[in-house]
């Protein structure tokens, strides 16, 4: 799996696919979903779908393919290759990589948007991407976000003339989310390998496991933070751990309401006291490049 689509722009969200195979246009096919990477508080979210015609269901599940959790990191390698290698006969896949930036956007928005909705969001746009391929599908499974109930009812409404399943822990019941899981983790994991730490991050590959809970994840964001631009864009900021650190070792700025003359003035510096002349014969932060800004001056 190729994620060098993604790693050259990793602000941005990416969808990568295999080739369809003709014969699922014109077969009843049935479809996995699962994902890799919602807990961390570092590096990408990835939802994958798998799709299969039902004719092929024994040789799905003679592929071996099991919980992505539940394997070592070169027997899920294994597995992705015995997949990708039937591309070309009966089985299809479709990876969307959610970028950290884009989770933390989303989730700080003024009009929240939560990670259970972006999940169930992606997953219909998961079944949508396959439908528009042209393939014939009629099942689908999905390992839930949520409610099973809940959130099965809500995708039924999207997809009234296919027969859905959506269950705790399906990834360990159906080969084919099995499928999607082994897709999802190899995903995420060559993205997170091949980061590029363009705001030249201490210990940048010495984050730990990325999960909140991790002491060398938590000793890393410690390492890695900005007083003014607060974390490189591998972290999300909308996690609490990432929050807290900010809260406390990052610049207090305040926008206060203009002040009479007269009223005691803040003692917290402005936050344009960080880009006055002394400071302009440094080297300028990374932040301004990754977001295409310059000073007005030189247009």
């Known amino acids: 799996m190729d994620v060098s689509k993604y790693t050259k722009n990793q602000r941005s969200n990416c969808v990568l696919s295999s080739e369809m195979p003709e014969n699922m246009k014109s077969v009843p096919c049935f479809l996995g979903i699962d994902e890799a990477g919602r807990g961390p508080v570092l590096g990408p979210m990835v939802y994958a779908a798998c799709v299969c015609p039902i004719s092929h269901k024994d040789e799905l599940a003679e592929l071996g393919c099991d919980d992505s959790k539940a394997l070592k990191e070169e027997q899920r390698d294994d597995l992705f290759l015995k997949l990708d290698s039937h591309t070309s006969d009966f089985i299809g896949w479709v990876v ?49 976000v949520g409610s099973p109930e809940s959130y099965q009812k809500k995708l039924k409404q999207r997809f009234p ?12 019941t159906y080969p084919i ?15 997170v390998r091949q980061w590029s730490f363009n705001d030249k991050s201490k210990n940048e590959v010495e984050y730990g496991s990325g999960y909140p809970s991790d002491p060398k994840t938590k000793s890393w964001l410690r390492q890695n933070v900005d007083p003014v631009f607060g974390f490189p864009n591998f972290v999300r900021f909308s996690w609490s ?32 006291t960080f880009f006055n002349q002394s400071n302009q014969s440094k080297e300028r932060h990374v932040f301004f490049s990754n977001h295409d800004l310059c000073p007005a001056a030189s247009f």
């Open 96 to 144: 969307h990589i959610l970028s950290p930036e884009y989770i933390s956007k989303s989730m700080l928005s003024r009009s929240k948007y939560n990670l259970n909705s972006i999940s169930h969001d992606t997953a219909i746009g998961l079944i949508k991407f396959v439908q528009k391929a042209g393939i014939k599908l009629t099942e689908v499974y999905v390992d839930t």
């Open 161 to 172: 003339d296919i027969d859905i399943t959506v269950e705790s822990k399906a990834d360990a």
């Open 177 to 191: 989310v099995s499928a999607a899981s082994i897709c999802a983790k190899v995903c995420r994991d060559k993205a």
């Open 241 to 272: 751990t990432a929050r807290n650190i900010l809260d406390e070792e990052a610049v207090n700025v305040e926008w206060p309401e203009d002040e009479e003359d007269g009223d005691q003035k803040s003692n917290t510096p402005a936050i344009t």
